[in-house]
């Protein structure tokens, strides 16, 4: 089993594996298997498919178990309600402790409501979805949408743990699990190493989902979010180089009326950055061909035709005026990534109609 510290506000651990055996041993290192009462929270899929593996937790520890519709459509105020008022009718208190077991959804709404509950309790995070596994389980944003805006009521709050059991992946759809990988797309090209070789060479094993290939992702990606969020843990700076590829990414998901998830958006995203990096930071023009060629390989989109600009620059500038340039992270090259760089309309469209959109 791996094991990572993040010193980021209040340190905690995250171990790596590919089963969950050793989760009875880690809350007895942690010293809470016994004494507590525990909460589990998760969503319907997730308990339809790990009902065995749930209820048998029962034999470890005594759990009161909560789950709500699968799906972003649940990150809501409504959801919290419903969850503070199971936590108070089973008696939660300053000493229980809540289990989110599932993907960022889960672990999003979970954390809130360990934060806020009697002015927070502690939680464990048990990611189940590749995105949760290789970035949302960590950097203690927990939160929820409101009034249709994304994540904006939220906190910084972070779990007692992290466990991670690439097991889980197994039976992601294959959409999800693709999802979770423009996601590993983006810090492979944020922080210089081999992962952007590895991801090339390993495709058809990472697409069976083989357990080193998992272990692998998940341990280097994580390492690179770890170091942003040790040095930015509030936001207020470098952690924004996170958004690789997500201002584009946005405008695509919303204007492809759900055809793209975001992970897709987010690999196509991540094809427009390049194209202005080259045409602003004179980043190496082969990086392109290279990580097309990878989004390629991984079932990835790489070409998408944007029908509706009105909308797309409304949702990726909806705060700017429109003859205001917008903000970009774009590389100078793989691994030096630029936060706040300048881009004009007419420069954002001419990398759209040079990259994504050509040929389309
Ligand atoms: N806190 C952060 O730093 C951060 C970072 C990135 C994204 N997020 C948030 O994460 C959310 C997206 O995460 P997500 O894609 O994991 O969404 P999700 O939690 O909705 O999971 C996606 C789907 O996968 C299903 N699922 C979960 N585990 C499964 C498994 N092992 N096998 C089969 N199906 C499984 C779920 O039931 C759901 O239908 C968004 O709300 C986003 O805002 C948070």
């Not at 904006?152 to 990988?181: A, H, M, R």
């Not at 992970?263 to 082969?286: F, H, N, P, T, Y």
């Amino acid at each position: 089993m791996k094991e990572l510290e993040i010193l980021s506000g209040k340190p905690y651990k995250v171990y790596i594996d590919n089963d969950l055996d050793k989760l009875s041993k880690v809350l007895e290192e942690h010293k809470i298997k016994h004494k507590a009462r525990f909460y589990l929270l998760t969503d319907d899929k997730v308990y339809e498919l790990y009902k065995d593996k749930i209820e048998k937790f029962k034999d470890i520890f005594k759990v009161e178990i909560y789950y709500f519709n699968n799906g972003e459509k649940s990150k809501n105020y409504n959801t919290v309600k419903d969850i503070y008022s199971f936590l108070i009718e089973k008696n939660a208190n300053r000493n229980s402790i809540l289990i989110a077991l599932g993907g960022g959804v889960v672990g999003d709404l979970g954390g809130f409501v360990a934060s806020t509950y009697m002015r927070g309790i502690k939680y464990i995070n048990i990611p189940t979805t590749l995105l949760s596994q290789v970035d949302s389980c960590i950097g203690g944003k927990v939160g929820y949408n409101f009034n249709g805006v994304k994540n904006i009521i939220g906190n910084f709050y972070n779990p007692e743990f992290v466990y991670i059991s690439t097991n889980f992946l197994k039976t992601l759809d294959k959409k999800q699990f693709v999802d979770g990988l423009g996601e590993v797309i983006k810090y492979s090209l944020i922080k210089e190493g081999t992962m952007i070789s590895y991801l090339r060479e390993n495709s058809k094993g990472i697409l069976e989902r083989e357990n080193d290939k998992m272990l692998y992702l998940v341990k280097n990606c994580l390492k690179i979010k770890k170091d942003i969020i040790e040095e930015d843990y509030k936001d207020l700076g470098i952690r924004n180089i996170l958004n690789f590829g997500h201002t584009v990414g946005h405008g695509l998901e919303i204007t492809s009326n759900g055809d793209l998830s975001h992970g897709e958006a987010v690999a196509l995203g991540s094809l427009v950055a390049l194209k202005l990096s080259e045409d602003i930071l004179a980043l190496d023009k082969g990086i392109y061909k290279e990580v097309e060629e990878v989004l390629n390989k991984l079932n990835l989109p790489t070409k998408h035709k944007v029908d509706n600009y009105k909308l797309f620059m409304y949702s990726i500038n909806h705060d700017k005026k429109n003859d205001e340039d917008l903000n970009f992270v774009l590389l100078n090259k793989i691994g030096d990534p630029k936060i706040r760089t300048k881009v004009s309309k007419e420069q954002l469209y001419s990398a759209l109609n040079n990259s994504i959109n050509k040929g389309e």
